[in-house]
């Protein structure tokens, strides 16, 4: 498995509406999508994924790394024992949960339009 990039950085929020508020209009950061209990923002090369509580996996921040293949990196890290989620997709993409020796959650991201970063 090689990884390409960050494409995000998840951070649950109790109140996504004024997350989006903050990190938009105080901090001047674009907004790439605004949903209902989710926001992303454009961070430079980085996006800023806001989330509600429990709306994306039990662990407060998260960090999504760009692969070529989720399928295909899900399963090289669970031959070498790494616990892997299932393959879920979503409207732009391909993802799946991994966790890391400490307990700390990571994603494997593919972006449907083959973008990284």
Not at 5 to 15: K, L, M
Not at 88 to 98: G, K, V
Request: proline share 4%.
């Amino acid at each position: 498995m090689k990884v390409r990039a960050v494409d995000f950085i998840g951070i649950e929020v109790p109140d996504v509406a004024e997350a989006k508020r903050f990190y938009g209009e105080v901090l001047g950061l674009q907004v790439a999508y605004d949903g209902e209990g989710w926001g992303e923002l454009n961070a430079g090369n980085v996006t800023i994924a806001l989330y509600s509580p429990g709306a994306f996996h039990p662990q407060s921040t998260g960090v999504a790394l760009a692969v070529e293949d989720v399928r295909k990196a899900a399963r090289e890290l669970g031959e070498k024992g790494v616990t892997v989620g299932e393959v879920a997709e979503h409207r732009p993409c391909y993802m799946a949960e991994i966790t890391d020796p400490f307990g700390n959650t990571l994603m494997l991201h593919q972006r449907k339009d083959g973008s990284a970063g």
